[in-house]
């Protein structure tokens, strides 16, 4: 019954590949995230959608492409990937602001990427 | 533009000592300021969080303080335990969308010693 769950949790792959990770919620909140964080740390957000419609789409290469097939579900598409691509990708979710939230975000346990 | 810094990159205390946990912004306009909690091979877990128009709120054994003229927010955890070892990130938030715009800090790794 894990509230936010990501697939895969670890993903080895070579550069040039296209990989993909999932992402489905299940705390009926409307909006979710994709946050990168580097070896050092740091969390960015690159991408939020509010019930299937991208809200943020922060400085981030084409080569990453989010999906939202249903408020629950948030995917990441990456194509082409490089060495530079390799960090912990976490997904998160949110109660809606007009449904009285301080933007708590649920995050999931992330996806390890690693690019050789 | 918008950033969100901490002054110390770890922290290290004795068990049952008094921890703080210091970060400086930038960006006024945010509504709320909060403290996530990383463990290792976990996602961040949300601690507490204060609304811009407050000083000071508290939790269980945690205390945010929020000092507006010098653009800086505090995470005081009182008797620290060996749980509490973690990397702690302060945030700003503003509504975005329908959703929030949540921008992070660095974060502060903090050793228990016992």
């Known amino acids: 019954d894990t509230a936010v769950s990501q697939t895969p949790k670890y993903l080895v792959t070579q550069m040039g590949n296209d990989k993909s990770i999932k992402c489905e919620q299940n705390l009926g909140h409307d909006t979710m995230y994709w946050y990168k964080q580097d070896s050092k740390k740091f969390l960015k957000i690159m991408f939020s959608y509010n019930n299937k419609e991208l809200i943020i789409n922060e400085t981030v290469p084409n080569r990453f492409s989010p999906k939202s097939p249903d408020k629950a579900h948030l995917n990441l598409h990456i194509n082409s990937l490089e060495l530079g691509d390799s960090a912990v990708y976490f997904c998160?979710?949110?109660?809606?602001?007009?449904?009285?939230?301080?933007?708590?975000?649920?995050f999931g346990e992330g996806s390890r990427l690693t690019v050789l | 533009g918008e950033s969100v810094g901490l002054h110390l990159p770890t922290l290290s205390v004795q068990e049952g000592d008094n921890s703080i946990i210091n970060c400086a912004y930038s960006n006024s306009a945010s509504d709320y300021f909060i403290w996530y909690k990383q463990e290792s091979g976990k996602g961040p877990q949300f601690i507490i969080d204060i609304r811009s128009n407050m000083d000071k709120r508290q939790g269980q054994r945690v205390t945010v303080l929020l000092n507006k003229t010098v653009k800086h927010l505090s995470l005081q955890i009182a008797a620290t335990q060996p749980g509490d070892s973690a990397v702690y990130f302060c945030?700003?938030?503003?509504?975005w969308g329908g959703g929030f715009k949540t921008i992070f800090g660095a974060g502060t790794r903090l050793f228990v010693k016992a």
């Open positions: 945030a700003e938030n503003k509504g």
């Open positions: 998160a979710s949110s109660l809606r602001r007009d449904r009285g939230s301080t933007g708590e975000l649920f």
